[in-house]
């Protein structure tokens, strides 16, 4: 993801209104998934926001890095959607292409 990516509190009100039957819909692999991506993208949102009140460069560099590895594990999971949906969207034949 771009380091220029921005999450904001509207966004993650959206997600959580838009998974909020998803324990109706899919099992427990796809809401423990939905977890992972909620948690990885609040963490990225913490370190953007602890970036805006950084005093020296030291901190900056050190919260900017550590953004992008969770934006980095965020892609990861991302890439890992089809994956996880697969078996309740008939992906299965898209995944082993």
């Known amino acids: 993801m771009p380091a220029e990516t921005r999450f ?5 009100f959206a997600f959580r209104a ?9 099992g427990s692999d796809v809401l423990d998934y939905l977890e992972q991506l909620r948690t990885l993208a ?5 370190h953007q926001a ?13 919260r900017v890095k ?3 590895e969770e934006f980095a594990l965020l892609d990861e999971q991302l890439t890992n959607l089809t994956n996880v949906f697969s078996r309740y969207l008939g992906f ?3 995944a082993q292409s």
């Open 42 to 46: 609040l963490n990225v949102r913490t």
């Open 66 to 68: 550590a953004e992008n």
């Open 18 to 26: 838009d998974i909020a039957d998803a324990e109706f819909l899919f």
């Open 92 to 94: 299965a034949h898209i």
């Open 50 to 62: 602890l970036q805006a009140r950084s005093q020296n460069e030291d901190k900056l560099s050190e």
């Open 8 to 12: 904001d509190q509207s966004h993650f």
